[in-house]
């Protein structure tokens, strides 16, 4: 079943069954079984790259864990550089998702242009452009079934990626092909 977040702002496409509850109340993913939250962000990582893929972007991995960013994308000859953060913590209604890198600080305008943040057990993308992201806090909420939060309109915004509206290369960036975000996707989220 496919979350998602209506016009209204309500969650939509959730079941029971796709949401665990420890005993604080905190939300976890339920069937994907990470061993690791390194496990987890790398297959975050995979995922966004097909679903970028799907979209006919060309998607590039930077060698090794040297870089700033995650995942490139390029479009119209330009780099569109993507930090691809994921959680699974959850108190009570909002997911709560770190923005930090080497060291435990936030990024820079010059490292990367977007995060791509995935919440796990929802089924859920935000697309948030560096501006979005970069303000003192680097510990951001989501609280995807509140109508109107902090972030609602970055919900699934795969489209910003494709306009390059994050800080770094600047200007407009066509499209390479694909759709408007709403590609058909095949077994990654």
Request: charge should be positive; proline fraction near 3%.
């Amino acid at each position: 079943m496919k979350a998602g977040v209506d016009e209204a702002g309500t969650r939509t496409g959730v079941s029971e069954a796709d949401e665990l509850e420890n005993a604080d109340g905190q939300k976890r993913s339920g069937s994907r079984g990470f061993r690791t939250c390194k496990e987890q962000g790398e297959w975050v990582e995979l995922c966004f790259m097909a679903r970028a893929a799907e979209m006919g972007w060309n998607v590039c991995k930077p060698y090794g864990d040297s870089a700033s960013w995650d995942v490139g994308i390029e479009q119209g000859g330009r780099l569109v550089r993507v930090q691809v953060k994921s959680t699974t913590f959850c108190r009570g209604r909002t997911y709560t998702c770190n923005l930090v890198g080497r060291g435990k600080k936030g990024y820079e305008a010059d490292e990367v242009d977007f995060f791509a943040v995935y919440l796990v057990p929802v089924d859920l993308w935000y697309i948030l452009p560096f501006a979005a992201a970069s303000k003192k806090s680097v510990s951001l909420q989501f609280t995807p079934e509140k109508a109107g939060h902090k972030y609602q309109q970055y919900a699934e915004a795969w489209h910003l990626l494709s306009r390059q509206e994050g800080q770094g290369a600047g200007g407009a960036v066509r499209k390479s092909g694909g759709d408007d975000g709403n590609a058909r996707r095949t077994g990654c989220p």
